[in-house]
């Protein structure tokens, strides 16, 4: 089965691990293009930017070795592209944004500061359905064995309830080093966090230090950990209700404020349907 895909990253179109990930899925028979940012935009979340009808978005166009699709580097975050993919910007509206290689784990309640995974999310607001990839690593990176595991999940995202995103992380193995894909919680932390170090009276010195807690099981960072692939479903904006309050009643201080740690039901915004997105954001 195959599909139309918008390739996007955080790490900038420029990244190796986009242009393998643009190529394997291309290979399989896809209709790929690449809308990615024209910068390193780690860190930017779910973030749009800055945009008006004063201000337009550049872009300019470019081209990925051994990669036959379109390629559109853009002067904004990665879930800004997701936007430009819904409105069709550079090509049909696709199936499913697929966001990475990132160079780096998203893993833990970290995944919500990423701008690889805020991609997938973005797609999810839009209407799409989202694949984040990230790949473990530093010394080498096996870009190969998160692009073949991609590929691999493609069927399944296709096969799966509209709007959903999921969340892969590969450790920085070969594919035949790798034990397997298992499904995973996200772990209390990710891999790592950032530390104030110094504040002159101009700056402050932030650093990013590894986090190195042991992980709970079954959770994406203890797997990765242990040499497997981890697979995790993840849900963007959503409503926190608890049983003292409804939709439309009049706040009253005495009842308290509904939080999803005090076991609180959490609920997704009720979702358009693609014609009624369609008519919202307008085709063409």
């Not at 986009?18 to 779910?46: K, M, N």
């Not at 337009?56 to 936007?83: H, M, Q, T």
């Not at 080498?140 to 969340?167: C, H, Q, Y």
Request: hydrophobic residues 40%; proline residues 5%; negative net charge.
């Amino acid at each position: 089965m195959t599909c139309r895909i918008v390739v996007t990253n955080d790490d900038g179109v420029d990244s190796a691990g986009i242009h393998v990930l643009a190529r394997f899925l291309e290979c399989e028979g896809h209709q790929v293009t690449v809308i990615a940012p024209d910068y390193d935009a780690s860190g930017t979340g779910t973030s749009l930017g800055s945009y008006s009808a004063t201000n337009p978005i550049r872009f300019r166009e470019k081209k990925i070795e051994s990669f036959d699709g379109g390629v559109y580097a853009v002067a904004g975050p990665p879930a800004l592209c997701s936007l430009l993919a819904s409105n069709e910007a550079f090509c049909s509206r696709p199936e499913v944004v697929v966001s990475g290689i990132n160079a780096g784990l998203n893993v833990g309640r970290s995944v919500v500061h990423s701008g690889t995974v805020g991609a997938a999310l973005a797609a999810q607001n839009f209407g799409m359905k989202g694949l984040a990839v990230s790949l473990g690593g530093a010394v080498r990176w096996f870009w190969e064995s998160a692009a073949e595991m991609a590929v691999k999940l493609i069927p399944s995202v296709l096969a799966g309830p509209d709007r959903s995103v999921t969340n892969i992380n590969v450790p920085g193995l070969p594919m035949d080093q790798l034990k397997g894909l298992k499904w995973a919680r996200l772990a209390r932390f990710g891999t790592v966090k950032g530390v104030v170090r110094r504040v002159t009276s101009r700056n402050v010195h932030v650093e990013n230090v590894r986090n190195d807690y042991t992980p709970e099981l079954n959770t994406d960072l203890a797997l990765t950990r242990h040499g497997y692939a981890s697979l995790t479903c993840l849900q963007g904006a959503c409503e926190v209700w608890n049983s003292d309050v409804v939709p439309g009643q009049k706040f009253d201080p005495s009842l308290r404020v509904s939080g999803a740690l005090a076991g609180d039901p959490v609920c997704p915004p009720l979702a358009f349907s693609v014609e009624e997105l369609e008519e919202s954001y307008g085709k063409g």
